[in-house]
């Protein structure tokens, strides 16, 4: 049984990121926290996928993109163009011979600009996306398209959750991206003494701005660098 005076890392991630986000936590942490998965976006697989001409290059952003190109069909052994080392790894996973940006939109941008030959690019992404990636690479000189290829519905939070953020424990509830931090806002009831640890400044600036005291940002928009700050806060 868990013990309120521990803290409680909540975690509302689509299910397969917040339950390995859980498992790195258990891992690290033990018994100093208790952990609750409760998520507030679901995957739902969108489209086929077209034919591609086979040069074609593959862009993508999150793993959940991974996952859809899996899902549709997609062939292993093309070049992904993958902004950071998570996203990387599932294309590894899936047969891709991806190349990792480390970082940000921006970096990946860059990535592909510094390296990428003049083959076809294709940029697989959910329905809410954050700027025109494919468009940008086209005014550079590419020839690039992008596929809506999921959708991450809304889930409503639980009674678990709700009362968990509404209670006097200390509650650390990490957030991947803007849309999360968003979704979270117009769910969650008042809270009492919760940390909302970002990964970017962007995803801070969708929770209300009277919340932002109570929302650090990682060092870096991964996720070790977000198991680090969720550690920071188990430390006050």
Avoid: W
């Avoid at 859809?68 to 790894?89: H, N, P, Q």
């Amino acid at each position: 049984m868990s013990d309120n005076a521990t803290p409680l890392i909540l975690l509302t991630r689509p299910r397969v990121q917040a339950e390995r986000f859980a498992d790195a936590c258990r891992a690290e942490f033990g018994a100093r926290a208790d952990i609750m998965v409760a998520p507030l976006l679901r995957i739902v697989i969108l489209e086929a996928l077209p034919e591609l001409d086979p040069r074609t290059d593959l862009i993508f952003t999150s793993e959940n993109g991974v996952r859809a190109y899996s899902a549709m069909g997609g062939a292993a052994g093309r070049t992904a163009y993958c902004v950071g080392d998570r996203t990387a790894e599932a294309a590894r996973n899936s047969g891709l011979e991806a190349l990792s940006a480390a970082g940000t939109v921006a970096e990946l941008r860059a990535l592909i600009v510094g390296t990428a030959p003049g083959r076809p690019l294709i940029h697989i992404h959910g329905k809410s996306v954050r700027g025109d990636l494919a468009g940008d690479l086209t005014k550079a000189g590419f020839r690039a398209t992008s596929l809506t290829a999921y959708d991450q519905q809304e889930l409503p939070m639980n009674d678990a959750a709700s009362e968990a953020i509404a209670s006097p424990r200390h509650i650390i509830l990490p957030l991947f991206s803007p849309r999360s931090a968003a979704i979270l806002a117009r769910q969650m009831p008042p809270p009492k003494n919760t940390v909302f640890t970002c990964i970017s400044e962007a995803t801070r600036a969708a929770l209300p701005v009277e919340l932002h005291p109570c929302a650090p940002i990682s060092d870096a928009p991964n996720g070790k660098a977000m198991l680090t700050a969720v550690a920071r806060q188990l430390c006050t």
